[in-house]
């Protein structure tokens, strides 16, 4: 029921780009990502909704394909902050809304 | 306005002692959520609150954990008998109504020796 995120980590240098994916094997009504700096506490980036949307924060943007039940995190031209690990918390369709279930985390470490 | 406190930030204590873990959420939020964050893992679910209602307790992993909302402002999360692999950081996160944006507070760190 976890989501599984790909990759694990990444490593990159400032200015590259990055995608981070967040799949599940229940249908969803909601994906919400969050970037957790090391020893801090998850900051919320956005929440994406049932209805295949795509959102954008500065150059962190991110989208939703109900039908395969994944969620992508685009991060581009990287700076040196947003190193961190990465999460995704699921809702399911048709459950519990309030309640995410997030994955793993993936690992992102942006290098000068 | 004043995020989510959490306290202590830091607990350590002896394998079968109980610690009460507190958490102060956001003013006017309605919702409340606990997470337990093991070492390189990511976050689980152990309980939330939503107002005056019955706290979905579906995460709590053993009946040592416990939590409580007064007032439908602080919670407490209350481990007894602390066992060694209790030890983690518990997040607690406060969102303004269900399925909203959570807030997460800076964490208590839990070592069990």
């Known amino acids: ?112 | 306005g004043a995020g989510v406190s959490q306290s202590p930030s830091n607990k350590v204590t002896e394998k079968g002692k109980d610690v009460e873990l507190r958490c102060d959420p956001i003013s006017g939020h309605t919702a409340l959520y606990w997470y337990r964050q093991s070492l390189g893992q990511g976050l689980e679910f152990l309980i939330y609150f939503q107002g005056n209602s019955a706290p979905d307790k579906s995460g709590l992993p053993s009946d040592r954990f416990s939590a409580e909302r007064t007032g439908g402002s602080v919670s407490t999360l209350t481990i007894q008998r602390t066992q060694q692999e209790d030890s983690a950081v518990y997040l607690c996160a406060s969102s303004l109504a269900p399925g909203t944006t959570q807030y997460f507070g800076p964490g208590t760190r839990l070592l069990v020796l």
């Open chain 1, 1 to 112: 029921q976890q989501p599984v995120q790909s990759p694990q980590a990444v490593i990159l240098r400032e200015g590259e780009d990055a995608v981070i994916n967040c799949s599940s094997s229940k249908a969803l009504y909601s994906v919400h990502w969050y970037r957790q700096k090391h020893g801090e506490a998850p900051v919320f980036l956005m929440i994406l909704l049932k209805g295949g949307e795509q959102k954008g924060h500065e150059k962190i943007s991110a989208s939703f394909n109900e039908k395969k039940q994944q969620s992508s995190l685009y991060l581009t031209a990287s700076q040196l902050s947003y190193s961190g690990t990465y999460f995704c918390g699921t809702a399911p369709y048709g459950g519990a809304t309030n309640k995410l279930i997030f994955g793993t985390g993936t690992l992102l470490a942006v290098q000068p």
